[in-house]
């Protein structure tokens, strides 16, 4: 049971993040960004959520409380 749950909030919390870079990304370009900067910005934003989604996972799996 444990194991679903965590599953599914990490699921959740991923498509959270990837919303929230998804608008970064937008706002960045749509403020005049030129796109010769677009695979540094997309590998910091890729590096963001790699961090975040981590960060995440050590926290479910470690301060998730038991069923």
Not at 13 to 23: E, K, M, Q, R, S
Not at 26 to 33: C, E, K, R, S
Not at 36 to 54: D, F, N, S, T
Request: proline residues 3%.
């Amino acid at each position: 049971m444990k194991t679903t749950s965590i599953t599914l909030e990490l699921l959740f919390l991923t498509a959270l993040i990837a919303c929230l870079l998804g608008g970064i990304w937008l706002t960045v370009f749509d403020l005049g960004m030129k796109p010769k900067y677009e695979r540094a910005i997309m590998m910091a934003l890729a590096v963001i959520g790699c961090a975040a989604v981590a960060f995440f996972i050590v926290h479910l799996v470690s301060f998730y409380p038991a069923a």
